[in-house]
């Protein structure tokens, strides 16, 4: 069972030791951990026929294990051949394109040898990936991604520390165990788009045996991912200064429940009864980020984020406890907010075609939305 308990922080039991041993190796090994796996299967199959000679009723009565055992280590060998990389429709900005971003990035982290790409989607979010190239002997790939809402709400002070919470995650190996972890259970859902368990046996099956370890295994991909968040936190504010890292989660806490509510939640409302694509969520960001950014708004959501609490479900913990592993004991408040980032950090005509580029997108969303509707 969960409990509560002072503020709404999450305590969960400690994972099977069985659950923490995959875990590990899934960590180091990605989606290839499904090839150890289905060697373990086999050894267990082969033994299991070895049965049929001395104890025939026996090897019956282990029929349907041996199977279930069978089909999920097969789920994992087909996920690991058949993987899918998720498309994402980002946009690439050179050092040429946003030399200001890229300065920030490398004095928060000096390269070491290693290729940098440098992107940014269309939301209010921000994040950084590290992939290794032919098992790390050409180096590794590092991808920073930063929304285009948020570098148009938040200031150059509040996005550095950003970055360096990014920063944070590299720096002490979360990306490298996340990804593969995040790798090996996405060959799960792989094996399950081609076989599909309502419609299939074997998916059955597979999905059957595997459901209660998939649960488990999902929550403890979500209670390392809330831990890594404090720890880049912590990070951050060793680099930026606690009272900017501070301001930060206040800011980005409110002005996330503001967009939610104001923006994204109207426009899906209008979507609904639209006859051709709505003003775009950005645009609406960009047109309101006065109002957004006011003390009046933060205000004005504050005291909800600061009474949530952190579900076990949740990737992120909570606005309190994030906000109290930084400055424990200190009331949160709203904070002064200066020129958008996007405007000091972006050239005029980076930011204009970021903009024009992210309408595109949106624009075919929508029309392919309200064809639907």
Not at 312 to 325: I, L
Request: hydrophobic letters at 50%; proline letters at 5%.
């Amino acid at each position: 069972m969960r409990s509560l308990g002072i503020g709404g922080f999450l305590v969960l039991p400690d994972p099977p030791i069985s659950e923490v041993f995959l875990i590990f190796l899934a960590k180091r090994l990605g989606r290839f951990t499904g090839i150890l796996l289905f060697l373990v299967a086999c050894l267990i199959v082969a033994a299991w026929l070895q049965i049929l000679d001395y104890a025939p009723f026996v090897f019956l009565a282990l029929a349907p294990l041996a199977i279930l055992v069978f089909c999920a280590s097969f789920a994992l060998l087909a996920g690991v051949l058949f993987v899918r990389t998720p498309r994402h429709k980002r946009i690439e900005l050179t050092r040429m394109d946003a030399p200001a971003l890229w300065a920030i990035w490398d004095e928060l982290a000096p390269p070491r040898g290693e290729r940098r790409s440098l992107l940014v989607d269309d939301l209010l979010n921000a994040s950084i990936s590290e992939r290794k190239r032919w098992f790390d002997l050409l180096g590794r790939h590092t991808t920073l991604t930063l929304g285009l809402e948020l570098l148009m709400l938040v200031d150059e002070r509040l996005l550095r520390t950003v970055i360096a919470h990014e920063v944070g995650h590299a720096k002490l190996q979360h990306t490298a165990g996340a990804t593969n972890l995040a790798e090996f259970l996405e060959t799960f859902e792989t094996l399950f788009v081609y076989v599909d368990p309502e419609t299939t046996v074997a998916g059955g099956l597979a999905d059957w045996a595997l459901a209660t370890w998939l649960k488990g295994a999902n929550l403890e991909l979500m209670r390392v991912s809330r831990k890594n968040e404090l720890e880049a936190d912590s990070f951050s504010a060793r680099l930026c200064g606690v009272d900017a890292v501070a301001d930060a989660e206040v800011f980005i806490a409110t002005v996330s429940r503001a967009v939610k509510t104001e923006i994204h939640e109207p426009l899906e409302t209008e979507l609904l009864h639209a006859i051709r694509a709505p003003v775009a969520p950005h645009q609406r960001v960009w047109e309101r980020r006065a109002e957004l950014i006011s003390a009046a708004c933060q205000e004005k959501y504050l005291s909800d984020v600061w009474q949530e609490t952190t579900k076990k479900e949740a990737s992120h913990p909570c606005f309190r406890e994030r906000f109290e592993n930084i400055v424990p004991g200190i009331a949160p408040r709203a904070v002064a907010v200066g020129a958008s980032a996007a405007e000091i950090c972006l050239p005029q005509e980076t930011f204009r075609r970021v903009m024009d580029k992210t309408l595109q997108t949106w624009t075919d969303f929508a029309e392919n939305a309200v064809g639907i509707y």
